[in-house]
């Protein structure tokens, strides 16, 4: 069963979400639901111009309360706990341009 689903419509978004000073790395999903730290979450996300939903256990590592500092969205920050090489590889790849960006982030 998948806890939470994510569709990410342009790099810039998964630009903000991605999380690599998570080892191995992390997304951050925005969503007002209770979570905890350390909780396990099954994860379904979508990345820009793909058709294909990836899916990862994950465990919620970094939580941005409603309210956050700089405008940050209220979430969570998830860490990949299955596959996660495979998808840390993909999600850099097509960020590979973005990741060397100044932007803020919804976490950093």
Not at 23 to 28: D, R, T, V
Not at 34 to 54: F, V
Not at 77 to 86: C, N, R, W
Request: glycine share 8%.
């Amino acid at each position: 069963m998948i806890d939470l689903v994510v569709n990410f419509d342009t790099l810039h978004q998964l630009y903000r979400a991605y999380m690599p000073f998570i080892q191995p790395a992390g997304l951050f999903i925005a969503t007002s639901e209770s979570h905890y730290l350390g909780q396990e979450l099954s994860i379904a996300y979508q990345l820009p111009d793909s058709p294909n939903r990836h899916e990862f256990q994950g465990m919620v590592v970094w939580i941005n309360p409603l309210g956050a500092s700089g405008g940050r969205p209220a979430g969570i920050g998830i860490k990949f706990l299955s596959d996660a090489e495979l998808h840390k590889q993909h999600i850099e790849t097509l960020l590979a341009r973005e990741l060397s960006s100044g932007d803020l982030t919804c976490t950093m």
